[in-house]
T-cell receptor, first 112, second 113 residues
Framework: SQTIHQWPATLVQPVGSPLSLECTVE??????LYWYRQAAGRGLQLLFY??????ISSEVPQNLSASRPQDRQFILSSKKLLLSDSGFYLC???????????FGSGTRLTVV | SQQGEEDPQALSIQEGENATMNCSYK?????LQWYRQNSGRGLVHLIL?????REKHSGRLRVTLDTSKKSSSLLITASRAADTASYFC?????????????FGKGTKLSVIP
C-alpha cells in the first residue's frame, strides 16, 4: 500500500540554526512531491514541488530550499532559520496526472 | 494569492444536522478537491470533482460545482461529532503548467454532540 512518512512531528529550533525535514513515500514510483507550509488559521502555501529526481521548483522566495536526492525522498532545508519560518510543514505526493494529494502527518516547527 | 476561498470561516452545528461549506475561486479549473484536516494533523483527501461534472457523492458527502459562478459547495449530511475538523477546497487551475493545487484558508466545522 502507498504511505508517506514525515518526521519529526515537532521541532523547536533556535534562530540561526539549520533545518532538515525529511519526507519519504512508499508504494509508488515517480510521484510528484510537494512541500507546503500552513500558518496558524491560514491556508496552505506551496513552497516547493518536484516532478522528478533533482527537479525542484520554488514557488516563494524564502529562506528555505528543497532537494530530491532519490525518487521517493524529499527534503526541506534551511541554513539559518528565522522566526518567520515557524509553522506547520506538510509534505504531500500525487501520481502523475491530476488526482488527489496524499499528505504526511506534518511537522510543527517553532523557531525561538 | 489564494485561489479558493471558503465560506464560512467557522461553522458550529448540532449533531445530526447538515453542514454546508462553500468555496469560490477565480480562474478556470481542471478539477476542484475537498480535504479535511483534524487539528494538528495532515490533510485527508475527501472528494474530487472535475470541471465537466456538476455533482458528486461519496457516503454522507455531496459536492456540487458551478463553473459559471466559479463556486463549489460541500454538504455533509447527518453530521457526527467525529466530523469536527477544518475543511479545505483546493483547485487545479488550467494553464498552471505542472500539476499543483492551490488551497483556500478553510472552514472550521464544530459538531456539538
Amino acid at each position: 500500500s502507498q504511505t508517506i512518512h514525515q518526521w519529526p512531528a515537532t521541532l523547536v529550533q533556535p534562530v540561526g540554526s539549520p533545518l532538515s525535514l525529511e519526507c519519504t513515500v512508499e508504494g509508488t514510483s515517480n510521484p510528484n512531491l510537494y512541500w507546503y507550509r500552513q500558518a496558524a488559521g491560514r491556508g496552505l502555501q506551496l513552497l516547493f514541488y518536484s516532478v522528478g529526481i533533482g527537479q525542484i521548483s520554488s514557488e516563494v522566495p524564502q529562506n528555505l530550499s528543497a532537494s530530491r536526492p532519490q525518487d521517493r525522498q524529499f527534503i526541506l532545508s534551511s541554513k539559518k532559520l528565522l522566526l518567520s519560518d515557524s509553522g506547520f510543514y506538510l509534505c504531500a505526493w500525487s501520481v502523475k496526472g491530476r488526482g488527489g494529494y496524499t499528505f504526511g502527518s506534518g511537522t510543527r516547527l517553532t523557531v525561538v | 494569492s489564494q485561489q479558493g476561498e471558503e465560506d464560512p470561516q467557522a461553522l458550529s452545528i448540532q449533531e445530526g444536522e447538515n453542514a454546508t461549506m462553500n468555496c469560490s475561486y477565480k480562474t478556470s479549473i481542471n478539477n476542484l478537491q475537498w480535504y479535511r484536516q483534524n487539528s494538528g494533523r495532515g490533510l485527508v483527501h475527501l472528494i474530487l470533482i472535475r470541471s465537466n461534472e456538476r455533482e458528486k457523492h461519496s457516503g454522507r458527502l455531496r459536492v456540487t460545482l458551478d463553473t459559471s459562478k466559479k463556486s463549489s459547495s460541500l454538504l455533509i449530511t447527518a453530521s457526527r461529532a467525529a466530523d469536527t475538523a477544518s475543511y479545505f477546497c483546493a483547485t487545479d487551475a488550467v494553464g498552471a503548467g505542472s500539476y499543483q493545487l492551490t488551497f483556500g484558508k478553510g472552514t472550521k466545522l464544530s459538531v456539538i454532540p
